[in-house]
């Protein structure tokens, strides 16, 4: 059952990660091929006149990008945190779903198989493939840093596997709502929905302090890179309730699975 749910959905895994690293890759062509010397006073210069409330939800507040180390701590955590909770929201969203949506739940239902057993499955599934994303563009920001001669290991490794925190309860929360429906299409628009919704209330809430409260009602506060580049350490109580969501979540799935009538 694993390697079938595997083999599915290997193609949107091999997709997303592809995207990720067209993205990171011409960010470090453009590094390679800067004289840094020359640009990092323009690129002060140009940050010296944006509002500082820009500057604060990108993090450029406190990190300049005359460096691609610099660039991966503000940007380049934007995109590493956007991609992988995107693609684990549509993957949470489908998972689960699609049997019904495609009418393969017949073809499920033939095997000496339990919903229990589907749904660990698809569960299974679902974590193996986010981690090899993960670990597919920690590799490649590792490599593109060393080419650069601009490594800070520790600070890299938590900046690229601190959206997990993120992403993975999105995983389980949008399987969840999938279980209260019988198509894709309209699970897929939430996930989404979500991912943008959690993003923005997160960046709003940095721009003011009257605000300030809004970042929780983000998932995405739950992987804050500011946090992280601040205090050089992982927050261990965004941990916490990352992992007290997943529990609830995966316990609903279960509950909500083997009560549903599928169609």
Known sequence: MLKRELKINRKGLIIWTIVGLF???ITYITYFNMDMSE???SINDMLAVMPKEILK???MDIVGIDTVFGWFKTEG??????????YAAILGSNILLKEESDKTIEFLHSKPITRSNIVSAKI????INIGI??????LFNISGMVLSDDLHLKLLLMLSLAPMATAIPLFFVCMLISTFFNKTSKVNGIGIGLVFVSYFLQLVSAINDNVNFLKYFSLFTLSDGRD???NNSLNFTSLIISV???????????YRYNRKELV
């Open 57 to 59: 939800m990108f993090n």
């Open 244 to 254: 007290i969501i997943i529990i609830i979540s995966v316990g609903g799935i279960y």
């Open 77 to 86: 955590y934007t995109f590493i945190t956007l991609i992988t909770c995107l």
């Open 228 to 230: 992280i580049i601040t």
């Open 124 to 127: 299974w599934c679902g974590l």
């Open 39 to 41: 640009t990092s006073k």
């Open 133 to 138: 994303m993960f670990a597919v563009l920690t």
């Open 23 to 25: 993205l990171f890759s």
